[in-house]
């Protein structure tokens, strides 16, 4: 969050100075879902997600097209697409290779989309999240998110200290 804010805030003044300009951001469908094992993730994306359609609205006059892509599951590097492998059926049959992606989404930014979403898998997910009631999508999600083994094995706790600024603590 604070490298995306940071860089787009540098960037800015030569993005003005260099109209028509371009912003691609890259979120994740997590931002649209609250998933168990990935809050801090979802959470993450989510601030990316509204970051650009915020920044989108205030850049509007000065010629620079803002657009987020949040793409489903991807076979970034080997650990994920194992985890991806090891998964349920939806997560195997909904993740993209970044080759995929990335043209995808070059192509919605260049026609001025603001939320980019490859894959019709992915699209229906959203739709589905509209039509279905939130308990029953809740239920959904929670059965999808269920193989998932958390990537701590104990609870992140942080502390105020300085010297501490980040500890894993076992809470028991």
Known sequence: MLATTRL????LPELKQNSPSYILNVGSLASFFPLPKKQVYGATKSFICYFSKSLRKELLNEDIHVSVVCPGGMFTNQTVSNMIQNGNYISRVSSM?????APIALQGLFRK?????PGRLNNLFLL???????????LLVQL?????RPELPYPLVVTARPENIIKRKKIV
């Open 8 to 11: 787009t805030r540098l960037f």
């Open 97 to 101: 290779n970044p080759e995929t992606v």
């Open 113 to 117: 989309k603001a939320v980019i979403i």
């Open 128 to 138: 589905l999240k509209i039509l279905v009631p939130p308990a029953i999508s809740g």
């Open 144 to 148: 999808t998110m269920r193989k998932l």
